[in-house]
Nanobody, 126 residues
């Protein structure tokens, strides 16, 4: 039975970091390239990070430098570190297989919501 279970999403202030985790079935994890996808409301899923079974990584230009994907083959775990979070990172994030010949699998997703802080008043007087 194929299982992909994401966790780690939540409400996060802009500028902070977040790490998403995905527990995968050994049957699909050990032999497949894996990835993290995100989906905005009303849009399709887009791949934001991919990693081969040997550890080679891929990122689209839009997230390079802020997203880091990793995998622990011994634990069948996939991770996504997101740094310097922006409000536009607000989306549902899914872990899944990448380029699987018979079609990809995805988990149920984990929601990430990024908000601006309350701000701080700056007053300059002469």
């Amino acid at each position: 039975q194929v299982q992909l279970v994401e966790s780690g999403g939540g409400l996060v202030q802009a500028g902070r970091s977040l790490r998403l985790s995905c527990a995968a079935s050994e049957s699909i994890f050990s032999i497949n390239a894996m990835g993290w996808y995100r989906q905005y409301p009303g849009k399709g899923r887009e791949l934001v990070a991919g990693i081969s079974s040997s550890g080679s990584t891929f990122y689209p230009d839009s997230v390079k430098g802020r997203f880091t994907i990793s995998r622990d083959n011994a634990k069948n775990m996939l991770y996504l570190q997101i740094d310097s979070l922006k409000p536009e990172d607000t989306a549902m994030y899914y872990c899944g297989t990448v380029a699987r010949a018979r079609g990809n699998y995805w988990g149920q997703g984990t929601q990430v919501t990024v908000y601006w802080g309350q701000g701080t008043q700056v007053t300059v007087s002469s």
